[in-house]
């Protein structure tokens, strides 16, 4: 299996620009988490799809960030527009529903200049 | 709420040396506990998982961590280090808490073996 998949890896861009990280999950795994890596605020989970249905987006940080899973194998997070202060590496886990294992992809860098 | 708290961001330590990494997290009724090790530029890896059974977990690269439920705590252990240990260390926890396994991560330890 080649585990969850991400791109691009790194990805460099400006103030106000869109920015669109994709996640392919582990053939039949059922659910999806997006998550941010952050020096001051360590891992922090975004959000959290099952059956590709948004179950808690709580972690949201605002209008900006929205993610969609239009099916089981392809999620997106999008920042529009970006700022400064969404640098950070984002990453994907994916897991069977029953399971308490994640499986995490290998993260996307985002540079917001 | 779950929290977690790992008690040491850093660690220094020799290779071969034992080490012991720790974890201590909020109260609840059951839990699910994880640690995950993300070795530079790369995304986290299971080591080992204490769902129940035995209170003693062993896991990947011959770490080995044990859940104490009167203490809260969930510390990783491994009794000799090799420098290829060196990488962050994430403690996790799981409660069905809304409904789904929800992990909270800690803060994270970096795990640093010296030659």
């Known amino acids: 299996d080649a585990g969850v998949i991400q791109s691009p890896r790194h990805e460099v861009t400006e103030m106000g620009q869109e920015v669109t990280l994709r996640c392919k999950p582990i053939s039949g795994h059922n659910s999806l988490f997006w998550y941010r890596q952050t020096m001051m605020r360590g891992l922090e989970l975004l959000i959290y799809f099952n059956n590709n249905v948004p179950i808690d987006d709580s972690g949201m940080p605002e209008d900006r960030f929205s993610a969609k899973m239009p099916n089981a194998s392809f999620s997106t997070l999008k920042i529009q527009p970006s700022e400064p202060r969404d640098s950070a590496v984002y990453f994907c886990?994916?897991?069977?529903?029953?399971?308490?294992?994640?499986?995490f992809g290998p993260g996307t860098r985002l540079t917001v200049l | 709420a779950q929290s977690v708290t790992q008690l040491d961001s850093q660690v220094p330590v020799f290779e071969e040396a034992p080490v012991e990494l720790r974890c201590n997290y909020s109260?609840?009724?059951?839990?699910?506990l994880f640690w995950y090790v993300q070795y530079p530029n790369q995304g986290l890896q299971l080591l080992l998982k204490y769902l129940s059974g035995s209170t003693l977990v062993k896991g990947i690269n011959g770490f080995e961590a044990e859940f104490n439920k009167s203490q809260t705590s969930f510390h990783l252990r491994k009794p000799s280090v090799h420098i290829s240990d060196t990488a962050e260390y994430f403690c996790?926890?799981?409660?069905?808490?809304?409904?789904?396994?929800?992990?909270?991560f800690g803060a994270g330890t970096r795990l640093a073996v010296h030659p």
């Open positions: 109260s609840s009724v059951s839990v699910y």
């Open positions: 886990a994916s897991t069977l529903e029953t399971a308490n294992e994640q499986f």
């Open positions: 996790a926890v799981s409660d069905l808490d809304g409904g789904y396994n929800k992990l909270i």
